[in-house]
């Protein structure tokens, strides 16, 4: 259990640069009471046509649905307390710098009360090598290999 004196702080920030921010991705100056911020992502990298590799779905992939674990509260967290006083009613940081975060990213200056954050990625790399798995005939595998543009060829900058 925590006991707050339930007082709204004010953020004092110097200076920030944030340069990239996405996917459910949260900025909070001061105090805030919830955060829930949540990430589906397939990522999909390939080197020939969708038709070859096929149609990739999230729906087949249970890491997409299927709930987490919830952790069970010990009986002995029941006898712990938690008591939180701010005397001072601001929070003070100099200077902030980010380069990049994703994915149900917090950048957080002061307190949440609860945040949940939840990020589920699948990604997938298929290259024309590992096509032998696929349901097309290797003749048509070994057409589309022989004249897949590879970047950086000279059949790229006609």
Known sequence: MIDSDASIRTAYIGSVELISIGLSSVVQFGDTGRIHSRTKVLAVQRQLDHRVGGEVEFDRYPLFYKPF?????????????????????????????????????????????????????????????????????????????????VPGSEAEST
Request: net charge negative.
């Open 69 to 149: 674990a919830q952790l069970k509260e010990s009986a002995d967290a029941a006898d712990v307390r938690t008591i939180r006083t701010n005397p001072t009613p601001g929070i003070q940081v100099g200077s902030v710098s980010v380069i990049a975060y994703s994915s149900a990213a917090v950048m957080l200056t002061g307190n949440a009360v609860e945040a949940e954050l939840e990020t589920r990625l699948k990604h997938f790399r298929q290259f024309a090598y590992a096509l032998s798995a696929t349901s097309a005939s290797e003749e048509a595998i070994s057409e589309l290999i022989v004249n897949a543009e």
